[in-house]
Nanobody, 124 residues
Framework: QVQLVESGGGLVQAGDSLRLSCAASIRTFSWYTLAWFRQAPGNEREVVAGIKWSGSSTNYADSVKGRFTISRDNAKNTVHLQMNSLKPEDTAVYYC?????????????????WGQGTQVTVSS
């Protein structure tokens, strides 16, 4: 059953912006972590940004700090990733994921639910 659905990917030029969205059909609890991962061909899946469903705890990959912002809309069970100043190296499939753990999860093995991914391509 599909429980996380990503949207907002596309083809853009370097320097442009995109806003990704992830709609969750599962019930989310305050201690859950919602995160964005990405994976480029031949590379390992890496965390881009994560946020707790309640509170202000967040984490970002060093490569996106200052450019990307993760946010949530608790009423709509939705998490967003605002991506500014996009670079060609940001090109990847972006995945939404949810961890049921009590800590701020950051690695793929800690996540229990995954979306199918949305392609982001940044041209030079």
């Amino acid at each position: 059953q599909v429980q996380l659905v990503e949207s907002g990917g596309g083809l853009v030029q370097a320097g442009d912006s995109l806003r990704l969205s992830c709609a969750a059909s599962i019930r989310t609890f305050s201690w859950y972590t919602l995160a964005w991962f990405r994976q480029a061909p031949g590379n390992e899946r890496e965390v881009v940004a994560g946020i707790k469903w309640s509170g202000s705890s967040t984490n970002y990959a060093d490569s996106v700090k200052g450019r990307f912002t993760i946010s949530r809309d608790n009423a709509k069970n939705t998490v967003h990733l605002q991506m500014n100043s996009l670079k060609p190296e940001d090109t990847a499939v972006y995945y939404c994921a949810v961890s049921r753990g009590v800590g701020l999860a950051t690695t793929p093995g800690e996540f229990d639910y995954w979306g199918q991914g949305t392609q982001v391509t940044v041209s030079s």
